[in-house]
């Protein structure tokens, strides 16, 4: 192995190992320092090592193997078992391939991953390419199927975070429609029922400034585009959202993110909670600017 692939650090005060791995692994991402952490690539005086948190002493050793052992992950894994691999998908990856795009997706990121453990990856759902947040594979069949046959007696709730322009009234509400899609993919709201799909959003206001609102949103139906297309028409289109009337775009992304699912374990029958942290940008965005009262 390249002396490269090895760093070692002489440590001159108490810090704890992850803060200073943070501070001193340099070129190497966040998530890719904990991914190090996790695989058992640090070790302290000569031991290996995972705990984040452990605190470092005056004259400890600590060595980093750069050596990839796994497949660098652009994005953090939220949650994994033997069945089940969970993620906060960055906006901007497309979860599968498309005509245009074979390798940069959450797919193939996952995949490569998976293949150094000998399992396999199986699609259950997807999220729009600038939607980010949590995204959930199976690693086999079984699994795969469990899911996609009994998804809605098995997700018992859907969470994400939408920042829309201006202040939604009321501050709490459901909006019910029948969505239609067009030949162009286009989505949008019909009262021919008999040519839409049955669409419940339920909503609520979690901040606000001048211009923008932090939105609470849960699904009591999953259609293609059904928030985006029930924002867009109460008048609060997405930020970013060009597709369905945005005319703003603060963070250069769409403003749409996943950040909560409940289901029950086809398996193991036990109530996962999973939760992926609210983007950095859209908090920051109600830091800005206060509210006329």
């Not at 190090?36 to 980093?64: A, I, P, Y």
């Not at 603060?250 to 909560?260: D, K």
């Amino acid at each position: 192995m390249s002396k490269k692939e090895i760093i070692q650090f002489n440590i001159t005060k108490e810090i704890p190992l992850l803060e200073f791995l943070y501070k001193n692994v340099k070129g190497k991402s966040k998530n890719v320092i904990k991914s190090l952490l996790k695989n058992g690539q640090v070790s302290v005086n000569n031991n290996k090592e995972t705990q984040f948190n452990l605190r470092l002493k005056k004259n400890d050793t600590v060595k980093v193997d750069l050596k990839r052992k796994y497949n660098e992950l652009p994005f953090p894994i939220i949650y994994e078992d033997d069945s089940l691999i969970i993620i906060n998908k960055p906006s901007g990856l497309l979860t599968i391939a498309t005509d245009k795009e074979k390798e940069k997706t959450a797919y193939h990121f996952i995949k490569k991953y998976l293949q150094t453990k000998n399992q396999n990856v199986f699609i259950v759902h997807r999220l729009d390419r600038d939607t980010s947040g949590i995204l959930l594979f199976a690693k086999n069949e079984k699994m795969k199927l469990m899911l996609q046959k009994h998804w809605n007696t098995i997700t018992l709730k859907r969470g994400y975070i939408a920042i829309i322009e201006g202040n939604i009234k009321p501050e709490i509400g459901t909006i019910r429609s029948y969505l239609k899609e067009e030949k162009n993919t286009f989505v949008h709201s019909t009262k021919n029922i008999m040519e839409g799909k049955l669409a419940i959003t339920g909503y609520r206001v979690k901040q606000k400034n001048n211009d923008y609102s932090m939105v609470e949103v849960f699904l009591e139906t999953g259609r293609k585009n059904q928030i985006r297309v029930h924002m867009s028409e109460s008048g609060h289109p997405i930020i970013g959202d060009t597709k369905y009337s945005s005319i703003t775009n603060p963070l250069n992304r769409l403003g749409l993110h996943s950040n909560l699912l409940k289901i029950v374990h086809p398996f193991s029958k036990k109530v996962m909670t999973i939760e992926a942290e609210i983007p950095k940008e859209f908090t920051h965005l109600f830091k800005t600017k206060e509210v006329n009262q």
